[in-house]
């Protein structure tokens, strides 16, 4: 069954937050941050709780609008969002009750380079870091000085670069990153200093690119969706295409990863596969 719950009206991006009861989005014309109760929406197919259907059934977060990116960061008991903006980046904080929502933390106003994606790490458990791209490479905030500097640049490529990803590398005090970028991986520390020789090098240039919990990265390319281990860039999988398409990832849910054809005049098809014991299933 397909249900209608939030009609007219354009997402960017959207996450399921299931243990604070909502949907966390970027959307609309103004591309604002919005959480929609998860409890609202469910009772828009049931019918079953007419108190639920009185209350209003989004907040905002904060009065942000131009939001480029997003992404939830859970540390220990601590839930932060961190939002890529036009030419800022805020640091939000979940509140629970009586609040139940995201409250402002840090706000760096005016960083240089347009921020594209941004993700945040705890360096060894105590110093927090906004990690974020753009078009000329990755740069970093240390959130307590608020200090703006360069992690890595690829000088050697001419005009703008594509960047796909921010992978914080596991069981490393949150110290070590994969960043993606082009046809690319390159593995550096929170300094920018190369942590590793080896390259994760895609077979052809993907048009998404995604960290997944078995702790390897999927990349979607127009002929072949790849998947190869984040601690060596090893190809671990391969999936043909039967006709060249552009793909977009979406969400990982258990054992499940989403994702959507890109294609002209704002339709798309949603695919998922199941991931088993390093094998792609259910395309």
């Not at 591309?31 to 998860?38: D, M, T, W």
């Not at 190869?228 to 398409?245: D, I, P």
Request: glycine share 6%; hydrophobic share 40%; with cysteine.
């Amino acid at each position: 069954m397909v249900y209608s719950l939030i009609t007219r009206r354009r997402f960017q991006q959207m996450d399921v937050l299931e243990g604070l009861n909502v949907l966390i989005t970027i959307s609309g014309k103004k591309n604002k941050l919005r959480l929609y109760y998860l409890s609202w929406l469910r009772n828009k197919i049931l019918h079953n709780d007419p108190d639920v259907e009185k209350r209003q059934g989004w907040i905002s977060v904060g009065d942000l609008e131009g939001c480029v990116h997003y992404k939830v960061v859970k540390y220990e008991r601590i839930k932060f969002l961190v939002i890529a903006l036009k030419s800022s980046v805020e640091v939000y904080a979940w509140a629970p009750k009586p609040y139940h929502k995201f409250m402002a933390f840090k706000s760096f106003n005016a960083v240089p380079n347009k921020p594209l994606s941004v993700d945040l790490t705890v360096e060894e458990g105590q110093r927090l870091k906004v990690i974020y791209s753009s078009v000329i490479g990755f740069h970093a905030i240390d959130v307590d000085s608020g200090t703006v500097y360069d992690l890595y640049l690829p000088t050697y490529i001419q005009g703008n670069i594509r960047s796909h990803a921010i992978i914080i590398l596991p069981n490393t005090d949150g110290m070590e990153l994969l960043v993606c970028y082009e046809d690319e991986g390159i593995y550096i520390d929170t300094y920018g200093r190369i942590t590793k020789e080896n390259v994760l090098q895609w077979g052809e240039m993907p048009a998404s690119v995604a960290y997944l919990q078995s702790n390897q990265v999927m990349g979607w390319g127009d002929k072949a969706i790849e998947l190869r281990s984040a601690e060596t860039g090893n190809l671990e999988g391969v999936f043909m295409h039967k006709k060249a398409q552009k793909l977009k990832f979406l969400c990982e849910r258990n054992d499940k990863v989403f994702f959507a054809s890109v294609q002209s005049g704002g339709s798309s098809q949603i695919y998922f596969m199941t991931l088993r014991q390093n094998m792609l299933f259910n395309w």
